[in-house]
């Protein structure tokens, strides 16, 4: 069996409107699925990201209880043509940039955090496929 892909990441948040603020608002995310108190899932290209509040989630309910806390890491991959896009897109939403790193080869990524200090990273598309 091979895996094709991670359909699915998940960031545990503070505030869903805050995080809808941010991926939805600032960010373009569209919002694919909400439950007041619990959840607000977002589309980013061909996969989900899913923000839930951890105490409600950690309940459990129809699905097994999952739940965490800390700062976490995820990237958004885009074409090499929109990454100064991108850049632009994040700088203009009053968000910091941290850092722009030069993995060699012609490609760059930058890292910026959401409303929970989660670390985001925007890549270029085929950096990993190298």
Not at 4 to 27: A, D, M, P, R, W
Not at 42 to 64: H, M
Not at 75 to 90: L, N, R
Request: net charge negative.
């Amino acid at each position: 069996m091979k895996i094709k892909k991670i359909k699915e990441t998940c960031l545990y948040v503070e505030n869903l409107q805050n995080s809808k603020e941010f991926y939805n608002g600032k960010l373009g995310l569209e919002v694919i699925g909400e439950v007041k108190d619990r959840h607000v899932f977002f589309r980013a290209g061909e996969s989900v990201l899913l923000c839930f509040i951890s105490e409600a989630s950690g309940k459990g309910g129809n699905l097994p209880p999952h739940y965490g806390t800390g700062q976490l890491h995820l990237a958004f991959e885009v074409s090499k043509t929109d990454y100064p896009a991108w850049a632009e897109k994040i700088k203009s939403a009053g968000i910091t940039l941290e850092q722009e790193y030069d993995w060699g080869g012609g490609y760059l990524s930058f890292y910026f955090r959401d409303p929970d200090k989660h670390l985001l990273e925007v890549v270029m598309e085929g950096m990993w496929e190298r």
